[in-house]
């Protein structure tokens, strides 16, 4: 079935960086467009960004525009955000999403980025 | 930006009851690319609904979605114990994707 477990959250200071990693499994992962959706704690959900199925195109939020890049490794079935500027607002948890088209069909279980001195 | 408003913001209910979700949009969501998501704590969301209509796989046909244009409502009928929960709604027509708020559906 459906497997996407993200990697790479921690605690950051303000300014800095981190690059988030979602390895998946159980699809041919070239085939689909894949998502990043964040949720602060104790808020609601937030897309952040959108690449397509080949790595072509990409969509970004508004929020996170000019400073997050979402990228992709068809030969390595694996999704990554890179996130440069960070806030304390980009705390978060950081989930990988598999896409139908722009759909979000499938979640992995995510990962924490706090952003914090 | 199409903005999603859900209501109520919770909802209080006993099991085997019906509970109905609004999500009403800022403008017209194209060829009603609408779904609906339930998160429990802890968890990830789970799609539920897609195309406003459609149940996703393995979704009981206790959640209906139903609704075109501005409007859209989900529908559950005889609440089991495991539908508490929050609801979201989301719109894919057009980048940004977004999110409504949020509907609670917790137990009376």
């Known amino acids: 079935q459906v497997q996407l477990v993200e990697s790479g959250g921690g605690v950051v200071q303000p300014g800095g960086s981190l690059r988030l990693s979602c390895a998946a499994s159980?699809?041919?992962?070239?085939?689909?467009?894949m998502h990043w959706v964040r949720q602060a704690p104790g808020k609601g959900l937030e897309w952040v960004s959108l690449v397509s199925y080949d790595g072509n195109n990409e969509y970004y939020a508004d929020s996170v525009k000019g400073r997050f890049t979402i990228s992709r490794d068809n030969s390595k079935n694996a999704l990554y955000l890179q996130m440069d500027s960070l806030k304390p607002e980009d705390t978060a948890v950081y989930y990988c999403?598999?896409?139908?088209?722009?759909?979000?069909?499938?979640w992995g279980q995510g990962t924490l980025v706090t952003v914090s001195s | 930006e199409i903005v999603l408003t859900q209501s109520p913001g919770t909802l209080s209910l006993s099991p085997g009851q019906r509970a109905t979700l609004s999500c009403r949009a800022s403008q017209s969501v194209g060829r009603d690319y609408l779904a609906w998501y339930q998160q429990k704590p802890g968890q990830a969301p789970r799609l539920l609904i897609y195309d406003a209509s459609t149940r996703a796989t393995g979704i009981p046909d206790r959640f209906s979605g139903s609704g075109s244009g501005t409007d859209f409502t989900l529908n559950i009928n005889r609440l089991e114990p495991e539908d508490f929960a929050v609801y979201y709604c989301?719109?894919?027509?057009?980048?940004?994707?977004?999110f409504g708020g949020g509907t609670k559906v917790e137990i009376k």
């Open positions: 989301q719109q894919y027509a057009t980048s940004p994707l977004t």
């Open positions: 999403a598999r896409g139908q088209q722009w759909l979000i069909k499938n």
């Open positions: 159980g699809f041919t992962f070239s085939n689909y467009a």
